[in-house]
């Protein structure tokens, strides 16, 4: 029988090896080993004793990490492999796209967004502001509805029917006078979007805050990512902003395109630091 490896980096105060290396483990055990193991494989593989292998392949496999054929073999997931396809593009594309988002946060002053649509929400991928010590939901991971923001809408128009038509099944909440809440409305507002390229909301989620911004093309014409800016209502020109949020999502996009490998972390870092964000 294995007995499992003392691991100092990842010790519980008893000695043993933690819940979460033992997880760890037992994935990396399908870097080790292949891409099907019995269990005694992923046991021997990932270090574990049997006992612990049954019990967390069991745990796994019922949360739809792993999945188990006939011949006993287990393999991950599609759900984990998609997961993790998912969380290496979002790197790939915020690595790509910061230097960009940086130079329009040095040259407005302004909040600076990367967003990604994340079922009815919108997620930021990552958000320079001005000031550190801010908390709002448009921080990085936050959320909030389609509707109610620049990013969103331009996700939004940019969406197949099938999207659109299931966002519009659930009503439109608002949050100021100004927020769009009547289909109509909206649906006349994303075919300008499509026309225009760029995107206003301005105080949708608040009467002293507005926001604008433009798509992010990826391949075949296909939208995935908005660039977004937001200022101060009545004291900035939002068309002007949009112009300048198009040209930072027109030079992501080529970026892209050139497939290119991402840059440094270091040099990002060195961008933050430069633009007094980190």
């Known amino acids: 029988m294995t007995t499992e490896p003392m691991d100092t980096a990842s010790l519980d105060q008893t000695g043993k090896r933690t819940a979460a290396a033992r997880v760890l483990a037992l994935f990396g055990a399908f870097a080790s080993g292949g891409g099907s193991l019995t269990l005694s494989e992923i046991s021997r ?25 006939d011949t006993g073999h287990y393999r991950l997931s599609q759900k984990m492999l998609d997961l993790v396809s998912s969380s290496t593009q979002a790197l790939r594309l915020r690595e790509t796209a910061v230097p960009h988002l940086v130079e329009l946060h040095q040259r407005t002053g302004l909040t600076v967004h990367l967003s990604v649509r994340d079922g009815r929400n919108v997620m930021y991928l990552e958000s320079l502001r001005r000031h550190e010590n801010y908390t709002g939901q448009n921080r990085i991971g936050g959320r909030l509805p389609l ?41 006349r507002t994303l075919r300008e979007i499509r026309k225009n390229g760029y995107s206003i909301a301005s105080k949708f989620l608040g009467e002293g805050a507005g ?68």
Not at 258 to 271: C, E, G, I, L, S
């Open 45 to 69: 593989h990932a270090g574990l004793t049997m006992t612990t292998t049954h019990r967390l392949a069991k745990e796994v496999l019922e949360w739809g990490g792993l999945e188990l054929d």
């Open 147 to 187: 509707h109610a923001t620049a990013t969103g809408l331009v996700l939004l128009a940019f969406s197949d029917q099938s999207v659109l038509d299931e966002y519009l099944s659930e009503p439109l909440k608002g949050y100021t006078e100004y927020t769009i809440t009547d289909a109509p409305t909206l649906l």
């Open 211 to 278: 926001s604008v911004a433009a798509p992010v093309m990826g391949p075949g014409g296909t939208v995935e990512t908005a660039v977004g800016l937001t200022y101060k209502a009545d004291r900035c020109d939002p068309c002007r902003l949009a112009d300048q949020a198009r040209v930072t999502a027109n030079r992501v996009s080529q970026a892209l395109r050139q497939k290119k490998a991402p840059p440094d972390p270091r040099t990002v870092k060195f961008n933050r630091r430069h633009a007094g964000l980190a």
